[in-house]
């Protein structure tokens, strides 16, 4: 089955382009985050892809492109907030801050008292949990495909990273609305269309064969209903 399917799906020949093949480069974005060592550059490239490429470290780059017709109309945005941490360093600072006050009050001068070495400690656990806290404290955006619902990018930083990306992300949903024009008329022949795009982009290391496999189920079930 595994052979057969692989037969199907590759004999479609589709002429995806590449960033340097393009015709034409209709919006770009880079940014860098230092932090979490990861440079992404995004390229809106012949109306309907996007090319993408993420570099992590020394780690070797990922490069790809993705086809905007099979791309969810909305771009998701959500935010993690790390309470737990945040609420730690809430409560180091304020213990922090009796400590001090004790010490200001006591008749004990601060380098003797036993309670400065305590206080110390506070102060330097209040720094760590407020560095943790806003390390842990990102934005996340991503893009799903329309059926398969897999995650075809997703790229997360610190909280503001992506407001300067926002003039590039009403770029891209024109674009995928665009796309979206172009797709088959058919419902059924844009699902084989969509599981052929799944299929190259498993094959090119993107989607995981979990991913593939789950996104294949929930197309199939779309061929159902």
């Known amino acids: 089955m595994r052979q057969t399917e692989h037969i199907l799906l590759e004999s479609d020949d589709r002429n995806i382009p590449g960033l340097q093949t393009a015709r034409r480069t209709h919006a770009h974005l880079r940014f860098r985050s230092a932090l979490r060592r ?12 996007l090319s993408v490429r993420i570099g992590r470290g020394r780690a070797p780059g990922v490069e790809y492109v993705l086809d905007l017709r099979f791309v969810a109309p909305s771009v998701l945005r ?55 806290s806003a390390y842990r404290m990102t934005e996340t955006f991503c893009l799903l495909s ?33 796309a979206r024009a172009a797709r088959r008329s058919s419902r059924g022949q844009h699902l084989r269309d969509e599981m052929r795009e799944h299929f190259r982009l498993h094959e090119a290391g993107v989607l995981s064969s979990e991913a593939y496999d789950e996104s294949k189920k929930r197309i199939l079930a779309g061929h159902v209903n």
């Open 38 to 49: 990861r440079a992404v550059e995004l390229d809106i490239i012949d109306y309907y892809y």
């Open 78 to 132: 959500y935010r993690h907030v790390p309470w737990k941490w945040m609420t730690a360093a809430l409560v180091f600072g304020a213990l922090s801050a009796a400590g001090v006050w004790w010490i200001s009050v006591s008749a004990v001068p601060w380098w003797r008292s036993e309670q400065g070495a305590v206080a110390a400690a506070l102060l330097v656990s209040t720094a760590g949990a407020t560095l943790v």
């Open 146 to 178: 329309v059926h398969g619902r897999a995650n075809l990018l997703e790229l997360t930083g610190g909280v503001g990273t992506f407001r300067s990306v926002r003039s590039f992300t009403r770029k891209l949903e024109a674009h995928i609305d665009i």
